[in-house]
């Protein structure tokens, strides 16, 4: 973890929070009724979440009330254009930037002397069923300030009207009380201390509700897709007409969604983004031993590669020889027309989102097919799964984790 540290791919756009702003964030606490932390100085993400604190708590969903009803805290501008680093839904990180987009100037405003708590209010106290997660589809973003800052202006603003009538501006009384106002929370005449309620249009999402499901929404007329990563849950569950629901391990959740024209199996295109070949790699490397060279290095020299791809057992070398033909035959119409028929192997590198689809809804497909994969892009992984990179990491070999880090920052624009 400490070489993703240095290298700025992990904590490094989080936001440090130490001083006056912890008083500040607490009281935040306070008010969506959790308990204050007791640590002197943390970061936070977009969200206002902390890492350091859900560890101190030992509770993931501190910012919830509830799962159906997730929280934020804006102690800063800073948080503007940060990750959300553990969201509990894949849209948290766009409502907080459609907020600050909307209203960053009085956000800048505000956290001045201030921290406001954010409620996102779906119109559902609890989730029940599953089903209940399609009608998450608008959400109302309310903002409360601490310390009660606007209703204090408004009071500042009636004692300066008051000055200003008549004669009143001789009276002793009214002076101090203006200047106790100004003394306790400054010259508050000016300022812009009210958030207006914003709603926030959903679409499909991930959701870790009910132990994590996949919702997506149908197009045009077709069915909603409901997948489980809890058995349990995808066991219990009792859908509609109008919706299908999988569990995770249930592999024809792929053929549903080929059905709703949201996934295709597509070698050119995995190969025009550079997935084909990362993921073959990392095939390859699922079935080296005793390797003397860097992981890295026969990665990257191709006399080495083939050095190391000789030393494979017979159907080993079948499979990446396969894999070799169907890229080199990625623009034939008959490219997968092959012997053997598409294994594992040959699924993990050719199926993809389909391109016709909303921008959102691939991310959100690939963040399944990278869920789901038995051999997993490194790249993907980290951009899609960070959760499951940062653990994986630890365990890899570190010439291949020096490789994965180079690989990243060649290719930030979506990490």
Known sequence: MEKLKRSELFGAALVPVTGALVERYNKCLSFIGTAPTQLSSFHIDAMGWSPEIADEKNDFL??????????????????????????????????MHHIFKKQKHIIKDITRDAAICVDLDQYIDAFYEPEDLLKYNQISVDFTIIDDLYNIQQQQLKLIKEFNEEDNFLEESLHLKILASARKHGDLRSRTLKMDRMNFLTTSFYTRAFGGVYVIRKQDSGKNILIFENKEEADKVKTSSSTKSFHISDERFFSAL??????????????????????????????????????????????VYKRYLNRLDAST????????????????????????????????????????????????????????????????????DKETFYTEFNNWDSSYQDWV???????TWNS
């Open 317 to 384: 070398r079948k499979q990446l020889m396969i894999l070799d033909r169907l890229q080199l035959k990625a623009k034939d119409p008959n490219a997968l027309a092959i012997d053997g028929g598409l294994t594992p192997e040959i699924l993990a590198c050719i199926q993809i989102p389909s391109p016709d689809i909303p921008v959102k809804l691939q991310e959100l497909i690939w963040k399944l097919i990278v869920k789901t994969a038995t051999y997993k892009d490194p790249l993907f992984l980290y951009w899609y």
């Open 405 to 411: 880090i180079k690989l990243i920052k060649q290719n």
């Open 62 to 95: 501190y910012l919830n009330s509830g799962e159906a009803n997730p929280n934020a805290i804006i102690l800063s501008p800073k948080q503007n254009d940060k990750p959300a680093y553990s969201p509990f839904h894949s849209f948290d990180k766009d409502i």
């Open 258 to 303: 080929a059905a709703e024209k949201m996934l295709i199996l597509d070698p050119e295109q995995s190969d025009t983004i550079g997935y084909f070949e990362r993921v073959k790699k990392t095939i390859f490397l699922s079935h080296l031993k005793d390797a003397t060279h860097s992981l890295s290095d026969i990665i990257e020299n191709s006399n």
